[in-house]
């Protein structure tokens, strides 16, 4: 196991999936880093269907060098001008309404998780020691000196910084909490204590999402002029969810995401396996009056995967001492954006920055370093978190949160009208992802790490 006994700083990443390797082979990038991640499964797998991924992170992915393999197992052309992504269709009815492109500058790259996680694991360095059935118990941290991680199984090992990339359940992020409620408690503030404590556990959001990887051929044989075959993307929108699917793996599979969404549940408790196999039968009779294009597709679903999408409540920082999160140990959010797996690339290619900036080093890396990722991740992470909260309602066509309105009450040309308005709406909050750049963060970051005395 790892020890400090090294002048190189010693990194300790909880965590393998898409955000801890991400960061693991972004901080690969500089030779006085020793890297060790300690992953709690026996074998390093991704769980998942599709992955997008917009134009402000695949330029941290085209920084990293993964790109030439990464367009190998997509079928997705990166295009740098205007492309049309998604039709949307408000679908809950016998004969859907195409009423909206999602036009981006850029491509949206689609992929399948374990694709993206294997063209990682290709691109790590072996210096990058990866330690599997390691799962973390807890951790010490102290004044000076390093920093002590406990493992399930009875081993320790020792590290200068922790990163926990350990998802939503995050060990690490119990343990950063526990420490500010600590100090908050020595302090007399014991309410404040409480309520820091209630950032812990997550919360369900409301939503279920049922996924499913259907073969090309057998949606093409059940429907040959399905539109899934011959456009990019589609989300069949309704009242109480909605749709996605498109193509990943080269054209060979559809990634199918069906949403069940009761905004009324959100932030309650999950009574129930929060990941389970299900049949169909669990989420179709939500969609069982929609449009044909639907019912081929619902068809196809062979025993879902379900899941009750929960997240966590936005905390004021991700960083307690020498301890930072990153991805959904930080900041999980709901999938409306796609950008959950965007923002977790984000983090581990600021994190990465100032870890790896020539002026960080043991004694001041809590101060600078990891002051100067929390200032610019925190706020803009939880930025993302709220839009994709609010693109949750209007996918279930609301347009002002808690203002139901019936649409198949309004004469077409209202309703249209609305829709349009829905769909204006749904960019205005999405289009950061491809009209703004990884770079002014960067330059930020580096501008606040290098002003500080």
């Known amino acids: 196991m790892a020890s400090a006994n090294t002048n190189k700083l010693q990194v300790a990443i909880c965590g393998a999936g898409i955000g801890g390797l991400t960061f693991a082979l972004a901080l690969s990038r500089f030779p006085d880093i020793d890297i060790n991640i300690y992953e709690g499964a026996r074998a ?51 004969e859907g309404i195409e009423f909206y492109t999602l036009v981006t500058e850029g491509s949206l790259i689609l992929f399948h998780r374990a694709d993206y996680q294997q063209t990682l694991l290709n691109h790590l360095p072996k210096r990058c020691q ?16 390093p920093i002590e991680l406990l493992f399930e199984d009875g081993t320790t ?14 060990v690490v992020r119990a343990g950063v909490l526990g420490e500010k409620a600590q100090r908050s408690r020595s302090e007399g503030r014991w309410q404040e204590a409480a309520d820091i404590l209630k950032h812990v556990e997550p919360v369900w959001s409301g939503t279920n999402a049922y996924r499913a990887l259907i073969p090309v051929q057998k949606l093409r044989t059940i429907a040959p002029n399905h539109r899934i075959l011959n456009t ?3 989300q069949y929108l309704g009242k109480q969810g909605y749709i996605i699917a498109y193509r990943i793996s080269g054209g060979q599979l559809i990634n199918f995401v069906a949403f069940v969404i009761q905004h009324k549940l959100e932030n309650t408790k ?8 299900v049949e169909p039968s669990a989420f179709s009779t939500s969609f069982a009056h929609w449009e044909p294009d639907v019912q081929a597709l619902i068809a196809c679903v062979e025993k879902p995967m379900q899941w009750a999408i929960h997240t966590v409540r936005p905390m004021q920082s991700f960083v307690s001492g020498r301890v930072a999160l990153l991805g959904d140990a930080a900041h999980s959010m709901t999938p409306h954006q796609g950008s959950g797996a965007g923002q977790a690339l984000e983090d581990a290619c600021i994190l990465a920055t100032v870890l790896g900036h020539p002026s960080t080093n043991r004694s001041n890396v809590a101060h600078r370093a990891l002051r100067v990722y929390d ?16 693109n949750g309602r209007h996918l279930t ?7 139901p309105v019936d649409l198949d009450s309004l004469p077409p040309k209202q309703q249209w009208d609305y829709l349009q308005r829905l ?9 950061w992802a491809w009209t703004t750049s990884i770079d002014t963060s960067l330059k930020e970051a580096l501008h606040m790490l290098e002003s500080q005395v």
């Open 423 to 431: 769909g204006n709406t749904v960019v205005k909050n999405w289009e």
């Open 397 to 403: 066509l609301e347009l002002d949160e808690g203002v």
């Open 157 to 170: 090992a020792l590290c200068d910084v922790l990163v926990g990339a350990d998802g939503l359940k995050s």
């Open 232 to 234: 990019p993307g589609v």
């Open 44 to 94: 390093l797998t991704e769980v998942g269907a599709g992955i997008g991924i917009f134009p402000r992170p695949w330029k941290i992915i085209k920084m990293l060098g993964l790109e030439a393999d990464l367009l190998k197992v997509t079928e997705t052309k990166v295009v740098n001008g205007p492309v049309s992504v998604f039709q949307y269709r408000k679908s809950d009815q016998h």
């Open 270 to 277: 999950f009574n129930g396996p929060w990941m389970s196999t």
């Open 130 to 145: 990866t330690h599997c059935s390691k799962r973390l118990r807890s951790y010490v941290q102290r004044q000076s000196g």
């Open 375 to 390: 200032n610019i991740r925190c706020p803009f992470a939880y930025k993302v978190m709220q839009v994709s909260r609010a």
